[in-house]
């Protein structure tokens, strides 16, 4: 099963049950999925990443965890947790809604966010989202994802991010505007649908008030990392 259709199972059910009328049955599903646990070799250091996502409900209605960040230099540089409650509206599109929480780097923030997560035409796979921070602060983030089946089991993943804030937060090294962008190429090897290894490339920077934040501490705010780890869903 390619990764568009893991993504869009839940739409499709939601779809046949209001077509139906809602004769159909209404399995309660779940998932794990991780889409990036890795190491990465950079001009800064080797750093362990991972991004990795759970849901469960039913057709329409779920609850989803999603959680990313960095461990580097024996210490936790970045963590972020989200709660979110997702409703499908339309076959492939979900809206989600909830809370998330900026645990590294300290101190702790917390965020209302507001998104959408799917499948854009000609397979995007596309998460937007909206934070709404203490004092008015607001933040955005989009990441898309595209895949290129070179055969049935491999598969090259090419993917953007980028985070913008509308003010600084000096006690966090995070400036208001265009924060940070990153873009990357990830080849994977499906030894079964559920588990393949990868490798690749990515590139990060920083921007205005973030990058002058990390250049005030001694850190660089551009890198080029090769990569390499596992992706798996269950």
Known sequence: MKKHQLLTVSALFAANSVIAGGMEDDPFLTMVKIDQFEWQDGSGGDVLSWDAQAWFGKDLHKLWVKTEGEYAGGQTEEAEVQLLYSRAIMPYWDIQAGWRRDIRPAPDRDWFTV???????????????????????????????????????????????????????????????????????????????????????????????????TEEEGGDISDTRLVAGIRAWF
Do not use: H
Request: proline share 4%.
């Open 115 to 213: 998104g959408f997560k799917g499948l854009a035409p000609y397979f995007f796979e596309v998460d937007a989202q909206l934070f709404f921070g203490e004092s008015g602060r607001l933040g955005a983030r989009f990441k898309a994802e595209y895949e290129l089946m070179f055969t049935q089991r491999l598969v090259l993943s090419p993917e953007v991010e980028l985070n913008w804030y509308s003010g600084d937060d000096p006690d966090t090294g995070i400036g208001g505007g265009l924060s940070d962008a990153s873009a990357g190429l990830r080849l994977r090897y499906e030894i079964r649908r559920e588990f393949a290894p990868y490798v690749g490339i990515e590139w990060a920077r920083q921007f205005g008030a973030t990058a002058d934040f």
